[in-house]
């Protein structure tokens, strides 16, 4: 009798487990699915018919199975679910990932390991419906009565309203095959948009000529979400940053307007960011981001250079070769081997953020006569695990960067960060005020009448650091010396300083490049905003 309650109590369990992990509470489970009966009455089924019925839900199951685990996964980086479409590149990247790790034979173990795990989990998912078929078979009147007053009373519930007549597995296979058909269809779409630019016409010599001249670096900070500012354990700490840097760029003869844009991407996989903010399409899957790299859709890099000016990267997380790069037009990649950091990682973040923007200096901004320079950079100080995390030097010190080796080595390690929630979020903010107070020191002290910064989070940090916020949104700031660059602006109503306003319009990360070339272009008539 055990096991056969245990069988019962597997199904259940299976099915009504939620998706997400931060919804398993013992509420969870006060639930009546209508699943449970149908499978009861299909197992009545006698063999061989009942043998091949109790496979097929057995497969069935299993695939349920597996994709309540991926959503859990997806849904605690990236707050959604898991799509087996755009999310097909998951399998390569990790693949790739463990053959660094691990070596060939130690990625094809664990991939043969992985596989192993989820026959596994059709076999005891297959025996333990074994086990519930012989006992409903032993006694099928019974049974067939017992299934069918369950079925009443479930339509009852159900006509009352109550929330414990559910249907959950259905819904789940409903919602994946219902998201994995629009996806297609979404990225259909996708096909057309690549095509369509009215900014690919405008002459060169009208284009982004507000701003000829000048140097203009896109700078996206790691995980600069909404939340440091939503956040109060956050905001009472960051807010303070910011209200400093605005006020010490202003006595530096600086002007600053500040905003939100809603990110395409959440909790990670920041290049959609870029390739949104980039190509002024909403690029918020693998999948649109493969096929905009394959396109010949002009990016914001590649309209800055038909204008005149030198276009730069500067990746520090790159330690490989990057292919996608060539669709953006760079005419130099800085990726972390190219800086000359001689000191030590942060872990995984492979130089700090000063060192980063010193070394861009001394490359590409040093005195003297040079073509203006347009380049797109990622600060990674702030990504993940936060830990151990640098502190401003005098720029004169930065040199090779040997200078951060001693900070390289202090702070506690990950393993003992992550050990709580709430330690993580305090090293998560501690790394927002670093990136802020360092990129407003380096506008301080390199910044002239010919730079102009556009500062912008790639996406919100993971969910359980902003626990659990909806909220997409990141901040932008646009810092000037040349009050005509704010004039040019006006229309776009950003809040002035760096703290964005509750009646600041909050625009998709896709609509910055529409505007921005529509502010600092002459005007053409045909043209008009993507």
Same mark, same amino acid.
């Given at each position: 009798?055990?096991?056969?309650?245990?069988?019962?109590?597997?199904?259940?369990?299976?099915?009504?487990?939620?998706?997400?992990?931060?919804?398993?509470?013992?509420?969870?489970?006060?639930?009546?699915?209508?699943?449970?009966?149908?499978?009861?009455?299909?197992?009545?089924?006698?063999?061989?018919?009942?043998?091949?019925?109790?496979?097929?839900?057995?497969?069935?199951?299993?695939?349920?199975?597996?994709?309540?685990?991926?959503?859990?996964?997806?849904?605690?980086?990236?707050?959604?679910?898991?799509?087996?479409?755009?999310?097909?590149?998951?399998?390569?990247?990790?693949?790739?990932?463990?053959?660094?790790?691990?070596?060939?034979?130690?990625?094809?173990?664990?991939?043969?390991?992985?596989?192993?795990?989820?026959?596994?989990?059709?076999?005891?998912? !297959? *025996?333990?419906?074994? #086990?519930?078929?012989?006992?409903? $078979?032993?006694?099928?009147? +019974? %049974?067939?009565? @017992?299934?069918? =007053?369950?079925?009443?009373?479930?339509?009852?519930?159900?006509?009352?309203?109550?929330?414990?007549?559910?249907?959950?597995?259905?819904?789940?296979?409903?919602?994946?095959?219902?998201?994995?058909?629009?996806?297609?269809?979404?990225?259909?779409?996708?096909?057309?948009?690549?095509?369509?630019?009215?900014?690919?016409?405008?002459?060169?010599?009208?284009?982004?000529?507000?701003?000829?001249?000048?140097?203009?670096?896109?700078?996206?900070?790691?995980?600069?979400?909404?939340?440091?500012?939503?956040?109060? !354990? *956050?905001?009472?700490? #960051?807010?303070?940053?910011?209200? $400093?840097?605005?006020?010490? +760029? %202003?006595?530096? @003869?600086?002007? =600053?307007?500040?905003?939100?844009?809603?990110?395409?991407?959440?909790?990670?996989?920041?290049?959609?960011?870029?390739?949104?903010?980039?190509?002024?399409?909403?690029?918020?899957?693998?999948?649109?981001?493969?096929?905009?790299?394959?396109?010949?859709?002009?990016?914001?890099?590649?309209?800055?250079?038909?204008?005149?000016?030198?276009?730069?990267?500067?990746?520090?997380?790159?330690?490989?070769?990057?292919?996608?790069?060539?669709?953006?037009?760079?005419?130099?990649?800085?990726?972390?081997?190219?800086?000359? *950091?001689?000191?030590?990682?942060?872990?995984?973040?492979?130089?700090?953020?000063?060192?980063?923007?010193?070394?861009?200096?001394?490359?590409?901004?040093?005195?003297?006569?040079?073509?203006?320079?347009?380049?797109?950079?990622?600060?990674?100080?702030?990504?993940?695990?936060?830990?151990?995390?640098?502190?401003?030097?005098?720029?004169?010190?930065?040199?090779?960067?040997?200078?951060?080796?001693?900070?390289?080595?202090?702070?506690?390690?990950?393993?003992?960060?992550?050990?709580?929630?709430?330690?993580?979020?305090?090293?998560?903010?501690?790394?927002?005020?670093?990136?802020?107070?360092?990129?407003?020191?380096?506008?301080?002290?390199?910044?002239?009448?010919?730079?102009?910064?556009?500062?912008?989070?790639?996406?919100?940090?993971?969910?359980?650091?902003?626990?659990?916020?909806?909220?997409?949104?990141?901040?932008?700031?646009?810092?000037?010396?040349?009050?005509?660059?704010?004039?040019?602006?006006?229309?776009?109503?950003?809040?002035?300083?760096?703290?964005?306003?509750?009646?600041?319009?909050?625009?998709?990360?896709?609509?910055?490049?529409?505007?921005?070339?529509?502010?600092?272009?002459?005007?053409?008539?045909?043209?008009?905003?993507?």
């Amino acid at each position: 009798m055990g096991l056969k309650l245990a069988a019962v109590l597997f199904i259940f369990v299976a099915l009504v487990i939620p998706n997400r992990i931060s919804l398993i509470t013992p509420l969870s489970f006060r639930s009546f699915p209508v699943e449970l009966l149908l499978i009861g009455l299909t197992l009545l089924a006698p063999n061989p018919a009942g043998f091949i019925i109790r496979w097929l839900t057995a497969v069935l199951l299993t695939v349920g199975i597996v994709l309540k685990l991926a959503d859990m996964g997806t849904y605690q980086f990236f707050d959604r679910a898991f799509n087996p479409v755009v999310d097909s590149h998951f399998w390569a990247d990790g693949l790739n990932f463990l053959q660094g790790t691990l070596g060939q034979i130690g990625a094809y173990l664990v991939v043969a390991l992985l596989c192993a795990l989820i026959a596994g989990i059709l076999v005891l998912v !297959s *025996y333990v419906l074994k #086990v519930i078929q012989r006992c409903l $078979q032993k006694i099928p009147k +019974l %049974s067939s009565l @017992g299934l069918g =007053a369950g079925g009443g009373l479930w339509l009852i519930l159900l006509s009352v309203g109550a929330q414990t007549a559910t249907s959950p597995f259905y819904h789940l296979m409903t919602e994946h095959v219902t998201q994995t058909f629009s996806t297609l269809d979404d990225l259909a779409l996708f096909n057309e948009q690549l095509t369509t630019d009215h900014y690919a016409i405008v002459p060169d010599e009208a284009l982004l000529s507000k701003l000829k001249g000048k140097d203009v670096l896109v700078v996206f900070i790691e995980s600069y979400g909404r939340t440091v500012l939503d956040k109060a !354990s *956050y905001a009472e700490h #960051v807010r303070p940053v910011l209200e $400093q840097a605005a006020h010490d +760029l %202003s006595d530096k @003869g600086f002007y =600053a307007r500040s905003a939100y844009l809603t990110s395409p991407t959440y909790g990670g996989i920041s290049w959609l960011a870029h390739g949104t903010l980039m190509s002024g399409l909403w690029v918020n899957s693998q999948t649109r981001y493969d096929r905009l790299v394959a396109s010949e859709r002009p990016s914001l890099n590649r309209l800055f250079k038909r204008a005149g000016w030198r276009t730069v990267a500067v990746q520090p997380a790159h330690t490989m070769a990057w292919p996608q790069g060539a669709y953006f037009g760079y005419d130099q990649i800085y990726a972390a081997q190219d800086l000359g *950091y001689q000191g030590k990682p942060f872990n995984w973040i492979t130089m700090p953020d000063q060192y980063t923007l010193s070394a861009f200096q001394a490359r590409e901004r040093q005195s003297g006569k040079r073509a203006s320079v347009m380049a797109e950079m990622a600060l990674i100080s702030s990504h993940a695990p936060w830990t151990p995390l640098p502190h401003l030097v005098d720029w004169n010190q930065v040199g090779d960067g040997s200078v951060f080796i001693e900070q390289a080595n202090a702070g506690e390690s990950p393993e003992t960060v992550w050990k709580e929630t709430e330690r993580i979020r305090v090293q998560y903010r501690k790394s927002i005020e670093y990136a802020l107070a360092n990129i407003a020191s380096y506008i301080a002290t390199y910044g002239d009448d010919n730079l102009v910064v556009l500062v912008l989070g790639d996406h919100q940090p993971a969910p359980f650091v902003t626990d659990e916020s909806e909220s997409r949104e990141v901040i932008v700031h646009l810092i000037s010396h040349d009050a005509k660059v704010m004039g040019a602006v006006k229309d776009w109503q950003w809040a002035e300083g760096l703290l964005p306003s509750k009646q600041t319009p909050v625009w998709g990360m896709d609509k910055l490049r529409a505007q921005f070339i529509a502010a600092f272009s002459e005007k053409m008539s045909g043209v008009v905003a993507d």
